[in-house]
């Protein structure tokens, strides 16, 4: 048997063998797929886009940002220094590159090995599968392409029919990229997503100085508790008067609270010594989850809460190499519990969007799917990071739809690095969706007219609605 | 495409896709589909047949008593107030009523809009989808329609070819409608379910009172433990005679105690103070489910365990409209650990059966089917609730049979209160039970004669037997 | 309907119906089904193969041993003593079969069913079902062949097509048995696997006697930490000595810690007085994981960790049968925190092996295949206990590949005391995973060249690779 693919990607790559269903997902994709992207929670970099320099290398590009690809080489063995993560300038990128190739049969099976693929073959043209043997090949036609004009940020975001792409910021940050692409008259919609847990976490690195470094921007006394939330609310209309609709709220549980004022005040301060202990800290975390919350109700900005992810869980590496390398695990999370403090207190909002995200898929069927089909604040974000794969997508439809319907979700976010992953991402989810529904159609619990306006919405209009864009 | 559904129920409806597959299903379903319905746990009303009047209009009979259906237009914003959730006479029926026809969409891909659809086709012969458009030529077909002879709760107890219906009662109500209905020479058997939660959990609103009023109904002192015993005891064969087989109990967890005399006589009195704290009360429950269990074994009626959901979870709902709107959440639920007093006790008894419902869907492989599949007295109720529905029928299927086989299941809980809905209910679980028995006999699992066999015990046999009927 | 199967088993059993997954499931499965066995652990007897006398009749044979059976047989009522369980020699084993074959029907859609089915079929020809009316002809037929020469422990691990065999061996073994095996020069590998369960666990019947004795074998001073440290090293030198590759640990949870050395002298101390507490006894469990893990890191041993199984929970039935009866049930198991403190000392190690399994299914996608995808130490164990079974082998497929990968896997463990089931349940095992395999070429996720090579992987590879054959 030859070990020659004739194309990396297939037209009806996952869709369901049997015809039946075959038939109606292809129906139902090929009325989505043309749809413009929206990218309402992703990783990307704004200065990309002002700046409009080139790409580098395919090391630099695919291998050394993207954890999901050397958290997998380094499970089996390989060093994170042969494969130079962590260094600025690479010394050896077609080595690296040769090195993840001869490995890329460990993908298999992995969501990882569809967007590679697809953008090797899509955005590359790129027609034999990566191995040791096509490695320089890959090295060298790859390296080519990304010297051409039409390989630019700004042109791969419209070849991508990007509709609204957003990016992920620091309330510390003065936001002059996203100034800047405004400024330059490019017709993007490119806008920031507020993430405070640099100023809201006192487990984050440098929590003390963030603090004192947002009262500097804002001019506001962050010493004290009415200054330090004057200065986030401050912050939040300064993100929103540059289009950004959404917060983001990355916290080890999803536990909130609702002290009073003076309690809120005293936590806030024994955090800002450097000497809580964990259980203050926590307490202190919840209670911020809840100030976000009163915030938004006010201003209007989405709130997104995305817990239960252990952090830097290997020492050896984290001391090595840092935060964001593959090292996250997910725990068990709890939410019932949990959220009951901000819902009690703004569950019922009219004026009020939380999106709710899991690592736990226990809490699929058992806890978020009962309570988003319940409180008119509550949506469910897409099946996320470990769980933004075929499987994990179907799994998240299949248990969540029939208790919280399909109106009660938000459609996809890529949640990437990886720009040049954006267009197999949502694919992915696309095709997903319509497997579902296709599956849906074929066993008669659901009309196919009805399957068509559930595959719009899912791909485009719910999370344009959701995200107030 | 046309909006327009031909018929708003298909033949094959749940099959799989699959020709060989469906081909299989359809010939097990034909064997079943005929079988009376013994609903043996659900929440109907005796008064409906005791006085045997006319349901009301659309709104009332649909839409009121059904948080399954207001729940879900809750969560997309609807107010509880423009649907006259807990008023008495509806003041503008058909406004409720195109309301819910107007959001209908919301429920693709949900067993509610499976349900309604059977019955709005199969009951009223509607064939046009609801929506707007047709709200109003719904409301007038069923308002006509419900003033029929036919639709009175008697005769569609016939025309539903039920064989057995258990209500659920509390030892306070005199089952004077359960005696009315026997009174009355009507052939039916319509029988209660002792369902002691008012009287034995010190959460219930007015435990206290609830116990007192239980002394006075028994002639018994139920100030004391012994008394108090003895009333339940009383009370247990006071149903007995009405022909019930069953008890029920909703508790927050699953946790049993096996204490000693004096101190769940101690136990009680604390409970009764009104000021136990919540440790107190979970021993009470923990230990009352023992009692329970000793009373079973000795008086024969099998008893049935709900636990796991957090109630009226929504502060402000339920300041307003109270229990049963929609709002209670399931929580992580351990059987195991919990179990372990009253199982070292009664778990071996040969005249015991205790039947184990679940909200937490991990317990199914992990500990459910493992329980069930050592222990003579458990058996597995159905998927129960958020899970009464095709994919969380397959979920309990693919999980629990492996390792506890098919006879240690009981067969189908519809768990109603909206008495319409009893034929679609059943029919969704006896075709799910055909689909899966169907896929083992396609995978060469199963022969299709053995399956002929199981899926007639599924829909009749098991239940029967399993609940002493 | 006939009553009557043509076979017991079918050539496309397992496969899916859909004509395309079937084809491509059917031609990965012939590239593996001849593939020798390997089975790197389970519950076999080496004296079996030493001493190669016939086994018993098939009560004896398949009942007497085999928990799966008669927990099953028990939960529905029939009684242990009735089945002769624990007793030695069977008083009427031709009624045990009877009892037995009249309950067969129990077994429908269970695991249990199919291995059996494929011993009665493929090892003594029989093609009618077993059922109380076919008991007979299946005792005197089964009971007639295993008197013949081709029926003996030897010749039946030729036929089987083993190529490695290991037993699982407490230190306390002499392992005269394994060396009797090689002394006699019959060309096979049986080798022993490491577990210590007896002299680790406090809680292990006789813990304090088990340590003694093992002082008194390896002629330590096992009344200190040093000597109880040595002692344990050099009975794994002496196992290795015969052909042992890995160690295997059955703990409650999968705790571990890793104390300053006088700590850890000091828990010794504590649970060699037999007065510890549980907590002081899970405190030493956890930190000897950590000790055999440093112990692995010297010696090459490979470590297998087998959590989460509350043992005995049926009190009446241990008093009466003791361990092993049936009566384990699994509970929520936390991999996250209870294996840092071990894998922040060895979890970079390169020379160092831990594979672990669970009864927990949630940790499948939520924490082992999120560690395994990141730390080089680790591999996933196959599906274990009540997930080696058609939907558990799918499940974790399903819920494993897409974050970890096959290349964290390491093939499948029959883990059986019924030695007759092993190729019946690595059948399984090469068929499900050709299923998984079938699902993805045909949904265009994996070119059908690379699935054959990952069923070769899946069915011997990885298998030798991971314990080090």
Same mark, same amino acid.
């Given at each position: 048997?030859?070990?020659?693919?004739?194309?990396?990607?297939?037209?009806?790559?996952?869709?369901?063998?049997?015809?039946?269903?075959?038939?109606?997902?292809?129906?139902?994709?090929?009325?989505?797929?043309?749809?413009?992207?929206?990218?309402?929670?992703?990783?990307?970099?704004?200065?990309?886009?002002?700046?409009?320099?080139?790409?580098?290398?395919?090391?630099?590009?695919?291998?050394?940002?993207?954890?999901?690809?050397?958290?997998?080489?380094?499970?089996?063995?390989?060093?994170?220094?042969?494969?130079?993560?962590?260094? +600025?300038?690479?010394?050896?990128?077609?080595?690296?590159?040769?090195?993840?190739?001869?490995?890329?049969?460990?993908?298999?099976?992995?969501?990882?090995?569809?967007?590679?693929?697809?953008?090797?073959?899509?955005?590359?043209?790129?027609?034999?599968?990566?191995?040791?043997?096509?490695?320089?090949?890959?090295? +060298?036609?790859?390296?080519?392409?990304?010297?051409?004009?039409?390989?630019?940020?700004?042109?791969?975001?419209?070849?991508?029919?990007?509709?609204? #792409?957003?990016?992920?910021?620091?309330?510390?940050?003065?936001?002059?990229?996203?100034?800047?692409?405004?400024?330059?008259?490019?017709?993007?919609?490119?806008?920031?997503?507020?993430?405070? +847990?640099?100023?809201?976490?006192?487990?984050?690195?440098?929590?003390?100085?963030?603090?004192?470094?947002?009262?500097?921007?804002?001019?506001?006394?962050?010493?004290?508790?009415?200054?330090?939330?004057?200065?986030?609310?401050?912050?939040?209309?300064?993100?929103?008067?540059?289009?950004?609709?959404?917060?983001?709220?990355?916290?080890?549980?999803?536990?909130?609270?609702?002290?009073?004022?003076?309690?809120?005040?005293?936590?806030?301060?024994?955090?800002?010594?450097?000497?809580?202990?964990?259980?203050?800290?926590?307490?202190?975390?919840?209670?911020?989850?809840?100030?976000?919350?009163?915030?938004?109700? @006010?201003?209007?900005?989405?709130?997104?809460?995305?817990?239960?992810?252990?952090?830097?869980?290997?020492?050896?590496?984290?001391?090595?190499?840092?935060?964001?390398?593959?090292?996250?695990?997910?725990?068990?999370?709890?939410?019932?519990?949990?959220?009951?403090? #901000?819902?009690?207190?703004?569950?019922?909002?009219?004026?009020?969007?939380?999106?709710?995200?899991?690592?736990?898929?226990?809490?699929?069927?058992?806890?978020?799917?009962?309570?988003?089909?319940?409180?008119?604040?509550?949506?469910?974000?897409?099946?996320?990071?470990?769980?933004?794969?075929? @499987?994990?997508?179907?799994?998240?439809?299949?248990?969540?739809?029939?208790?919280?319907?399909?109106?009660?979700?938000?459609?996809?976010?890529?949640?990437?690095?990886?720009? #040049?992953?954006?267009?197999?991402?949502?694919?992915?989810?696309?095709?997903? +969706?319509?497997?579902?529904?296709?599956?849906?159609?074929? @066993?008669?619990? #659901?009309?196919?007219?009805?399957?068509?306006?559930?595959?719009?919405?899912?791909?485009?209009?719910?999370?344009?609605?959701?995200?107030?864009?």
């Amino acid at each position: 048997m030859s070990t020659r693919a004739m194309n990396l990607i297939h037209n009806d790559r996952l869709f369901p063998a049997d015809p039946v269903m075959r038939g109606i997902a292809r129906r139902l994709h090929a009325e989505v797929r043309g749809l413009p992207i929206i990218s309402p929670h992703g990783h990307t970099q704004a200065a990309w886009f002002a700046n409009n320099q080139p790409f580098p290398d395919p090391a630099k590009l695919f291998v050394q940002p993207d954890h999901y690809i050397f958290r997998m080489l380094y499970s089996q063995g390989i060093s994170l220094e042969d494969l130079e993560i962590g260094v +600025d300038e690479l010394k050896d990128p077609r080595r690296v590159w040769r090195i993840f190739a001869e490995n890329y049969y460990l993908f298999r099976g992995t969501p990882t090995r569809m967007w590679l693929d697809y953008a090797f073959q899509e955005l590359f043209g790129l027609e034999e599968r990566l191995s040791g043997a096509t490695a320089d090949l890959y090295f +060298d036609v790859i390296s080519e392409r990304l010297r051409a004009p039409e390989f630019r940020p700004r042109a791969l975001y419209d070849r991508f029919h990007i509709e609204v #792409l957003a990016t992920t910021d620091s309330p510390l940050d003065s936001l002059a990229d996203h100034q800047a692409i405004r400024d330059s008259g490019w017709k993007a919609r490119i806008i920031p997503a507020f993430r405070p +847990d640099s100023v809201v976490d006192p487990d984050f690195a440098g929590f003390e100085k963030n603090v004192a470094k947002l009262g500097q921007i804002t001019g506001e006394d962050t010493g004290s508790w009415q200054g330090y939330i004057r200065a986030l609310e401050k912050t939040r209309a300064r993100f929103k008067a540059l289009g950004c609709t959404a917060t983001d709220h990355g916290h080890p549980t999803a536990l909130t609270a609702d002290l009073p004022a003076a309690d809120a005040a005293r936590a806030f301060e024994t955090v800002l010594t450097g000497h809580a202990d964990a259980r203050q800290k926590e307490l202190f975390r919840a209670q911020m989850l809840t100030e976000m919350a009163r915030m938004s109700v @006010e201003d209007g900005l989405v709130m997104q809460l995305h817990p239960g992810a252990y952090r830097n869980h290997n020492r050896k590496v984290y001391e090595l190499y840092g935060r964001d390398v593959g090292a996250d695990i997910p725990v068990a999370t709890d939410y019932v519990h949990a959220l009951h403090p #901000l819902l009690a207190r703004f569950g019922n909002e009219k004026n009020f969007t939380l999106i709710l995200f899991t690592l736990d898929e226990t809490t699929y069927t058992r806890e978020l799917a009962p309570l988003a089909g319940h409180y008119p604040c509550l949506r469910l974000g897409p099946p996320w990071w470990f769980h933004d794969s075929p @499987e994990g997508m179907l799994r998240f439809r299949e248990q969540v739809t029939e208790t919280a319907g399909f109106y009660n979700t938000v459609g996809f976010n890529d949640d990437t690095r990886a720009f #040049l992953s954006i267009p197999a991402r949502h694919d992915v989810a696309r095709r997903i +969706d319509c497997v579902w529904l296709a599956r849906l159609v074929a @066993e008669h619990r #659901l009309d196919e007219d009805e399957a068509v306006e559930v595959a719009h919405d899912l791909a485009y209009n719910l999370v344009r609605k959701a995200y107030r864009l």
